[in-house]
C-alpha cells in the first residue's frame, strides 16, 4: 500500500496556491494536504474548500497543532531563512521556496540545523527537471557538439515592476527572485567540482523597487565553458533562452523546441597552418574557405494535455522528494548545491555596490 504523506503549507499566495497547493492537491496517492497557513482568512476558507484541510492564521499554530511529514515553505522571500531554520528545529521535514536565503550564512546554519535534527532540507528547484533542460544536457554530453566554448541562458521580456518583490529588504530582485533557476542550470553546466570565477553587471531599469530587474552575470573557469546568464526586465528584443557554442556545431531553443547542427570532424576537410598568402585555384587572393557537411536534429516538447510543462516539473521535485522521504532515495538537489548559488550572488552583489551598498 502506497504511503500518503501528510503536507503542511504556510502562504496560500501565488506560490503557495497557485503552485504547491493546485499540484499537491492531484497527487492524492502520495501526499494529502492536511493544513496550511495563512493570515488572511479568505485565503483559509479557500484552502479549507478546495484541500478539506485545516487552516491556521500562524505556522506556529498549524505546526503545533498538526503531525506532518513536510511542510513547505512559501512564505514571503525575505521569511524563507527564518521559518525554515525554525521549522527544521522543532523537528519537521522542510521543502522551501527559492530563494532558500539571502547569504552563504544562513544557507550554512540551515545545513547544520538539518544534519543536527537528522530533518530533510529541500528546495524547490523544479528547473532541474525542465524537459529542454534534460534534452540540452543530453546533446551535450553526446559530444556531438564537440568541446563546449560558450553556453547562454536567457530569461528576459520587458516590464515595470511595483511590488513587494522589487525591494531588496525583502529579498527582491531579478536575481533572487528569477536567478535560482538559471544559475542553478548553469552551475550543473558547468561542474560542481569546481568553484567559477564570477563578473556580474546589475542595473535598475523599469523597476520602481531599489533591487536590481538587469542581471548580466558571467561564469568562467580553467577547462570550462564560459555561461552567460542575463535576466532583464527591459528587453523587447529578447534571445533564445538556450544558446550553445561548441568547437564541432551548436545548439539553440527555448523550452519548447531546440534544434542542433554539428559537423563530424572525420568528414571535415583535412587542413593545416598556412603561414603564407592564401591563393585561389585562379591566383588571386582569398579568405579561408570550406565546404562542411552539417548534420541537423531537432527536439520538441511533447504535448501534455492540461498540464503545463511548469505542474510537469513541479510534479517531478515532488516525485523526488517523495522518494527521499518514503524509499530513502537521495536528494537529487541538496542544500550545498544550492549553497554553490549563493556563493554565486553574493560575489555579484560585492560586484555592483551601487545597488548593493556593503557593510
Known amino acids: 500500500m502506497t504511503k500518503q504523506l501528510k503536507v503542511g503549507i504556510i502562504g496560500q499566495g501565488r506560490s503557495g496556491r497557485d503552485i504547491h497547493g493546485s499540484l499537491l492537491n492531484k497527487l492524492g496517492e502520495k501526499y494529502r494536504i492536511a493544513a496550511v497557513a495563512d493570515s488572511i482568512p479568505e485565503r483559509q476558507e479557500l484552502a479549507k474548500s478546495e484541500?478539506?484541510?485545516?487552516?491556521?492564521?500562524?505556522?506556529?499554530?498549524?505546526?503545533?497543532?498538526?503531525?506532518?511529514?513536510?511542510?513547505?515553505?512559501?512564505?514571503?522571500?525575505?521569511?524563507?531563512?527564518?521559518?525554515?531554520?525554525?521549522?527544521?528545529?522543532?523537528?519537521?521535514?522542510?521543502?522551501?521556496?527559492?530563494?532558500?536565503?539571502?547569504?552563504?550564512?544562513?544557507?550554512?546554519?540551515?545545513?547544520?540545523?538539518?544534519?543536527?535534527?537528522?530533518?530533510?532540507?529541500?528546495?524547490?528547484?523544479?528547473?532541474?527537471?525542465?524537459?529542454?533542460?534534460?534534452?540540452?544536457?543530453?546533446?551535450?554530453?553526446?559530444?556531438?557538439?564537440?568541446?563546449?566554448?560558450?553556453?547562454?541562458?536567457?530569461?528576459?521580456?520587458?516590464?515595470?515592476?511595483?511590488?513587494?518583490?522589487?525591494?531588496?529588504?525583502?529579498?527582491?530582485?531579478?536575481?533572487?527572485n528569477t536567478g535560482p533557476h538559471p544559475v542553478d542550470q548553469a552551475l550543473q553546466l558547468f561542474g560542481t567540482d569546481i568553484s567559477p570565477e564570477v563578473v556580474c553587471v546589475m542595473d535598475r531599469a523599469n523597476t520602481f523597487g531599489d533591487a536590481e530587474d538587469y542581471v548580466k552575470l558571467l561564469l568562467k573557469g580553467e577547462g570550462r565553458?564560459?555561461?552567460?546568464?542575463?535576466?532583464?526586465?527591459?528587453?523587447?528584443?529578447?534571445?533564445?533562452?538556450?544558446?550553445?557554442?561548441?568547437?564541432?556545431?551548436?545548439?539553440?531553443?527555448?523550452?519548447?523546441?531546440?534544434?542542433?547542427?554539428?559537423?563530424?570532424p572525420e568528414e571535415a576537410p583535412e587542413q593545416q597552418l598556412t603561414r603564407g598568402p592564401l591563393l585561389n585555384a585562379n591566383g588571386l587572393p582569398a579568405y579561408c574557405s570550406e565546404t562542411l557537411v552539417w548534420h541537423e536534429e531537432s527536439w520538441e516538447l511533447e504535448s501534455t494535455e492540461g498540464r503545463t510543462v511548469f505542474e510537469g516539473t513541479t510534479e517531478q521535485v515532488y516525485l523526488m522528494l517523495y522518494r527521499t522521504l518514503v524509499e530513502g532515495a537521495p536528494l537529487e538537489i541538496t542544500p550545498l548545491q544550492v549553497r554553490r548559488q549563493l556563493e554565486v550572488m553574493e560575489a555579484c552583489r560585492k560586484q555592483n555596490p551601487h545597488i548593493y551598498k556593503q557593510g
Not at 135 to 156: A, E, F, M, P, T
Not at 228 to 243: G, K, L, M, T
Open 51 to 176: 484541500y478539506g484541510c485545516s487552516a491556521y492564521g500562524t505556522w506556529e499554530e498549524m505546526t503545533e497543532r498538526e503531525e506532518l511529514d513536510l511542510v513547505v515553505n512559501a512564505s514571503p522571500s525575505d521569511r524563507h531563512f527564518g521559518i525554515s531554520l525554525e521549522l527544521l528545529n522543532r523537528g519537521f521535514n522542510v521543502l522551501c521556496e527559492k530563494p532558500l536565503a539571502k547569504t552563504v550564512e544562513e544557507v550554512d546554519r540551515l545545513i547544520e540545523a538539518s544534519e543536527r535534527t537528522g530533518k530533510l532540507l529541500a528546495v524547490f528547484q523544479n528547473s532541474r527537471y525542465a524537459p529542454a533542460f534534460v534534452q540540452l544536457r543530453k546533446v551535450i554530453d553526446s559530444g556531438v557538439l564537440g568541446r563546449i566554448v560558450q553556453i547562454d541562458l536567457c530569461i528576459n521580456g520587458f516590464a515595470r515592476r511595483w511590488d513587494w518583490q522589487t525591494l531588496q529588504e525583502n529579498n527582491g530582485g531579478n536575481l533572487l
Open 225 to 264: 565553458p564560459t555561461i552567460d546568464i542575463e535576466i532583464s526586465s527591459c528587453s523587447v528584443y529578447s534571445a533564445a533562452p538556450f544558446v550553445v557554442q561548441g568547437t564541432n556545431g551548436g545548439l539553440c531553443g527555448d523550452g519548447e523546441r531546440l534544434e542542433w547542427k554539428y559537423f563530424k
